[in-house]
């Protein structure tokens, strides 16, 4: 299985630099996204794929830019809105150009007609340049959950989220329940109380069997992980990767494991 992991893990350093170190620790893939904010920690978008495949790093995900305070607003009236699925319309042509296999995205506010009027016509571009919108689970529930009730659309896909799953509504299992539309993983673990974006040797509580059991459907699927040194101070750029392939190996031999 493919194994990927996010460009920017927490720490800062040349961008070459880290490219090379992703690919020296044994990765074939990475997520990354274009958005402006993240310049100083991820270059443009242009330099990043020019860098991935110049060290053959495949592309997996890219996520859409976005400000979390400003997300409820694609669900209302008004041009602040209308700016967010322009943003987001802009996200799925970025991922054409480039390759990108979709784009995740994160939904939050209060479900209405307006809001999926506009995810609609992002879709339809999605169908126009196939890529799929991926829906990660997040701390909004029932925004996820109304989404995929109303719309039904082949490029309407689903990114899972480990870390999100065991903080915010750990009884719910959104790999049984929305597996048919997995496209994408988000991994990473915590204590179930924050959501810390860690390695489980660091502070670890999910169950990667039972995480395992439901991914062994789905091997086409790569284990990407969306971690950073925040808890994981102690160790470097190069010893926090190493832990971090470990983990995904772990994690593909339980897959392996469950097929059996």
Avoid at 85 to 94: A, E, G, H, Q, Y
Wanted: aromatic share 12%; with cysteine; glycine share 6%.
């Amino acid at each position: 299985m493919k194994k990927g992991i996010g460009f920017y893990f927490g720490y800062l350093m040349n961008i070459e630099q880290t490219v090379k170190l992703i690919k020296d620790a044994g990765f074939d893939c990475v997520i990354t996204n274009g958005d402006k904010k993240y310049k100083a920690e991820n270059g443009k978008i242009t330099k990043q794929v020019k860098l991935f495949k110049k060290y053959g790093l495949s592309l997996s995900s890219l996520h859409m830019s976005y400000n979390s305070d400003e997300l409820h607003y694609f669900w209302e009236k008004g041009e602040k809105g209308e700016t967010l699925k322009r943003k987001l319309i802009k996200d799925v042509k970025i991922a054409k150009k480039y390759g990108f296999k979709c784009v995740v995205v994160h939904l939050l506010g209060e479900y209405s007609l307006i809001g999926e009027k506009r995810l609609k016509e992002v879709l339809n571009v999605c169908e126009k340049t196939n890529i799929p919108l991926a829906i990660e689970n997040i701390n909004d529930q029932k925004v996820f959950l109304k989404t995929f009730e109303n719309i039904k659309h082949d490029m309407l896909k689903f990114c899972y989220d480990a870390g999100h799953n065991n903080v915010f509504d750990k009884d719910f299992n959104y790999l049984d329940k929305f597996g048919d539309k997995l496209i994408a993983l988000h991994l990473h673990d915590n204590d179930g109380k924050s959501d810390q974006h860690t390695l489980t040797s660091i502070s670890g509580s999910i169950d990667w069997e039972k995480i395992a059991f439901y991914l062994s459907k789905h091997p086409e699927v790569s284990l990407d992980y969306e971690i950073f040194r925040h808890y994981n101070k102690d160790l470097n750029a190069e010893e926090f990767l190493y832990e971090a392939k470990k983990q995904a190996d772990l994690l593909e031999y339980l897959i392996l494991k469950a097929k059996k």
